[in-house]
């Protein structure tokens, strides 16, 4: 079965960057599109873009084009978010979850289990 | 950017009642529409993916129905595993997830 396994709380100062990461197991890594998900504190889903772990394409929102990084390491099974600028708004619990795939392209179906980043001075 | 919208943002209802939840797109979507199901704490599940399509081992009182710019979420037949916070979210121009609503006990 497909598990998606995130590393833990973070707490950074603002301005700083974190690395979160998303080790997969239960399916072929390369064959479906990872997302990352970023959600506030008591709000909603917000999406922040997608890899392709097979090549390493990524696809950004706009509202964190420039800010976030994705990449992914095939040998590992693992994806990684690099967030940069860290803001106090930035304190979220953040998702990795892998794409339906086949026709269903950009529908988040398993999920991992969330890790949280807290900003902080 | 397509902008998806819910409502009602709260609905108070009780065990066995019938649960309706809308949702709308800004633009049309077709039918690239998915519906979540949120507990506190806890990841997003997948209930209905491509407006009407439930997920593996989604129970048949979720349903799905829409397509173009208005979606509905339907519980018949509530349970108490239910109360949650339900997300629609559009997939067909990049990925956009509508504010939520809650259901929650009466």
Redesign the interface.
């Known amino acids: 079965q497909v598990q998606l396994v995130q590393s833990g709380a973070e707490v950074k100062k603002p301005g700083a960057s974190v690395k979160v990461s998303c080790k997969a197991s239960g399916y072929t890594f390369s064959d479906y599109y990872m997302h990352w998900v970023r959600q506030a504190p008591g709000q909603g889903l917000e999406w922040m873009g997608a890899i392709n772990p097979s090549g390493g394409s990524a696809t950004y929102a706009d509202n964190f084009r420039g800010r976030v990084i994705m990449t992914s390491d095939t040998s590992t099974s693992t994806v990684h978010l690099e967030l940069t600028s860290l803001r106090s708004d930035d304190t979220a619990v953040f998702y990795c979850a892998k794409d339906f795939g086949g026709v269903e392209l950009l529908l988040p179906s398993d999920w991992g289990q969330g890790t949280l980043v807290t900003v902080s001075s | 950017?397509n902008q998806m919208t819910q409502s009602p943002s709260t609905l108070s209802a009780s065990v066995g009642d019938k649960v309706t939840i809308t949702c709308r797109a800004s633009q049309s979507i077709g039918d690239y529409l998915?519906w979540?199901q949120?507990k506190p704490g806890k990841?997003?599940?997948?209930l209905i993916?491509?407006a009407s399509n439930l997920?593996i081992g989604v129970p048949s009182r979720f349903s799905g129905s829409g397509s173009g710019t208005e979606f509905t979420l339907t519980i018949s037949g509530l349970q108490p595993d239910d109360f949650a916070t339900y997300?629609c979210?559009q997939?067909n121009s990049?990925?956009?997830?509508?504010?939520?609503t809650k259901v929650d006990m009466k």
């Open positions: 950017d998915a979540y949120q990841a997003p599940k997948l993916y491509r997920d997300y979210q997939y990049y990925v956009t997830f509508g504010p939520g």
